[in-house]
């Protein structure tokens, strides 16, 4: 970080912090109100900005309410990085997707395409709109937040905390100078936290031991990603050695690019160029001839981003094959946080 930065953003941080207290003591003690929708609501959220892992989760929790209570869920979303963001975008109605990428935001489309014929997906700030519009047009029942821990105008039934191993706390300082969107002592409003890609740190034991220390009473479950899948951006599945076999270039545009790369290497596949963008990055015809021309430059044959890049490089054409790995997100001592969704729908129904 530059010095003017360094110097200006802590006491804009110190502004955020008050103003942020002021907030969380607020609905604390019931000073601002809290909207009830007549479905069940599960939240999945963070502390900090930045990928967490967050959407993978959002995805298991979808399919697990699914499988578990036998009822459509429907996902509520900001859509971050879209056009019009005040606007209410149906992207799913749960059979099929309904908006193009741009419209839906990067997030909400590859839900929406990841969970045909499973979910509805619903971008719009306003949340509680959002639900009582889905639950008279859709009959929604249970309702997913994405992003949704700093959410309170909304009640939920059981709310879930990511927190990303590599990086649990976010440089440390609240927004702008650091990462925290609130205080770590905000875990204590969660009902269960998920620390993510533990398997990408060295010493995950002590992350985890002190998340259990703030989380108090609350369940703990470690995670890891794991790839799902490997295929071509038209959608083609290709086996694993198509990709292993090669030396390839990496590039993302996502909130944590470095646990990508991480994760090709845990893979077996070490690139020889990686290139991070800036997250919800929107391609040019340029960046993949950049990136080919780089990319033959060290050797390499082929090149590898994620889904949800691979949605932007629709209309680009690549001088080099490129792949998309996908990933799923797996939990340690699953069968617990399914209790707790199972529980949060059946008090619903009551």
Known sequence: MNRPASIILPPLSAIYSVVTRARLTGYRRGWFSVAKLQATVISVGNLTTGGTGKTPLVEWVCRAVARETGKRPCILTRGYGRP?????????????VLAAQREAGDEPYLLAQNLSGIAAVISNPNRIAAGLWAIKNLGSEVF??????????????????????????????????????????????????????????ED???????????????????SRMVTSGIRR???????????????????????????FFNQLRLEGCAPVVTRAFADHYQYQQV??????????????????????????LASLKSELPCY???????????????????????????
């Open 324 to 350: 998309v790995l996908e990933i799923r997100i797996s939990i340690d001592d699953e069968g617990k946080l399914l209790e707790l969704i199972r529980s949060a729908c059946q008090e619903q129904k009551q």
């Open 144 to 201: 997913v937040l994405d992003d949704g821990f700093q959410h309170q105008r909304l009640a939920r039934d059981l709310d879930i905390v990511t927190i990303d191993a590599t990086n649990p706390w976010g440089g440390g300082s609240l927004l702008p100078y650091g990462r925290l969107r609130e205080p770590r002592a905000g875990l204590s409003r969660a009902d269960c936290v998920v620390v993510t890609r533990t398997d990408q740190v």
């Open 287 to 312: 960046d993949l001839h950049r990136l080919s021309a780089e990319a033959k430059d060290r050797g390499a044959r082929a090149l590898v981003t994620t889904a949800k890049d691979a949605l932007k």
């Open 233 to 259: 951006p038209d959608g083609e599945s290709v086996g694993k050695h198509d990709l292993l076999d090669q030396t390839v270039a990496a590039f993302c545009g996502v909130g944590n690019p470095e646990s």
């Open 204 to 222: 995950a034991a002590s992350v985890v031991s002190t998340i259990r220390q703030l989380a108090g009473t609350r369940a703990v479950f470690s």
């Open 84 to 96: 019009n963001p005040q606007s209410q975008i149906l992207v799913s109605d749960g059979n099929r």
